[in-house]
């Protein structure tokens, strides 16, 4: 039993007010822009990087056009690993440009080259490709035209050294004539995910 003296001093004695919850601290720009792209590098492995994690491939390599002043003026050639889009009026040289860094990545690679063309407007012209120094092989109707023409143009008919000539080629080279746009996109999509081809050139983007 407490005492009255007892009773009278837990009467005046105060409880104890309960601690406050520390403030949670307040998310930075920087830190929700990590956990962003914490997120986006777990849902798409291998894709997202961090700025110091990511070396792009025109630092390391560059795809000589052959044309020294050029080359020189792009610091060793146009950039691989991304989109290099060449313009100009008409017969300003485009497609001679394209063939020449096309002719020098066969020379570079040999038979482990490998080169698409994708036509939107028309098929990729490889008898002009041929006389700018590509080696790609034509059908056995492009020779007999080739050959027609020769014979008009010449009053000759080419001979068998010639004919097998127009058979070399050098690595694979695939051409895509003329389809519907989007159907010309998923090719070239799926060309540039294979990470197999040196090079792929759409003539021209700007039809599609």
């Known amino acids: 039993m407490a005492t009255p003296k007892a009773a009278a001093k837990g009467r005046g004695r105060k409880k104890a007010a309960p601690e406050k919850a520390a403030p949670e601290k307040a998310l930075t720009g920087f830190d ?48 691989a690993g991304g989109m290099t889009m060449i313009t100009g009026k008409p017969s300003a040289g485009k497609n001679w440009l394209l063939c020449q860094i096309i002719r020098l990545q066969q020379e570079f690679y040999g038979n482990d080259c490998a080169i698409g063309a994708i036509g939107t407007e028309m098929a990729f012209d490889k008898v002009q490709a041929r006389k700018c120094g590509v080696k790609v092989a034509l059908s056995d109707r492009e020779i007999a035209a080739y050959a027609s023409t020769i014979l008009k143009e010449e009053g000759r008919a080419i001979t068998p050294k010639e004919r097998a000539s127009l058979r070399e ?40």
């Open 169 to 208: 080629q050098i690595g694979t080279f695939v051409a895509v004539p003329p389809a519907p746009a989007e159907q010309l996109f998923d090719i070239a999509i799926a060309m540039v995910q294979s990470g197999d081809f040196n090079l792929i050139g759409i003539d021209s983007f700007g039809s599609i």
């Open 32 to 79: 929700k822009a990590q956990a962003t792209v914490a997120r986006l590098k777990a849902r798409f492995p291998g894709k997202v990087f961090h700025g110091a994690e990511y070396t792009m491939p025109w630092v390391i390599r560059r795809l000589p056009t052959g044309v020294i002043d050029l080359d020189i003026a792009l610091s060793g050639g146009i950039p």
